[in-house]
């Protein structure tokens, strides 16, 4: 795992503007019903990184004006709560992540929510460049820090690891320090996974 110093990584020296995936209308990334948006490109190489393929900047496709229209109008649904930024590392695809929340916003106000998942963590990104503090300050909750394998675990909400926090970012830039969102509720059981018998 690697641990950039403020301004070391900049979208602008990494970023291709390549998406790995999006999907419409889920479930599991956030609260609620989300359009997520999956960008490609990480540095930290996290080990036991669940989706390694997407570390790499070339991979998936070019982000198209065509997905941005999409995103938009799959938000309109009264029933879907907003966007969710993963990867790969958004606060690395910038251009890209900015364009859709800029968008979002443009469009939706705050009606709609805005998550975003980052290997930084919220004191780091604080200390970084200005595209990534301007997409922070426009983002609603963040979920940050590395994916620490010693300290995976399965009954987090929204997260792999226990040094993970889901933040409030507003919350937190007003008080100029991290906010816990007050809706985050860990399991408090575990429960084993079931085996197929057969």
Known sequence: MRNPKPKEWQAKDYSQNYIAD???????????????????????????????????????????????????????????????????????????????????????????DIWSWSGYTFEELLQDTEDKLDLLAKIDILVDGRFEIDKKDLNLQFRGSRNQRIIDVKKSLDTGQAVIWEKCRDASNQYEQIKNKS
Do not use: M, W
Request: proline content about 4%.
């Open 22 to 112: 999006y999907k419409p209308f889920n479930f599991v990334d956030g609260e609620g019903v989300r359009n997520s948006l999956y960008v490609s490109g990480c540095l930290f190489a996290c080990k036991g990184c669940f989706n390694r393929a997407v570390q790499s900047f070339h991979y998936g496709t070019p982000f198209t004006q065509e997905l941005e229209e999409q995103i938009i109008n799959d938000l309109a649904p009264e029933y879907v709560q907003g966007l969710t930024l993963l990867g790969g590392e958004p606060f690395l695809n910038t251009e890209v992540c900015l364009q859709v929340v800029n968008r979002t916003r443009q469009t939706y106000g705050n009606k709609k």
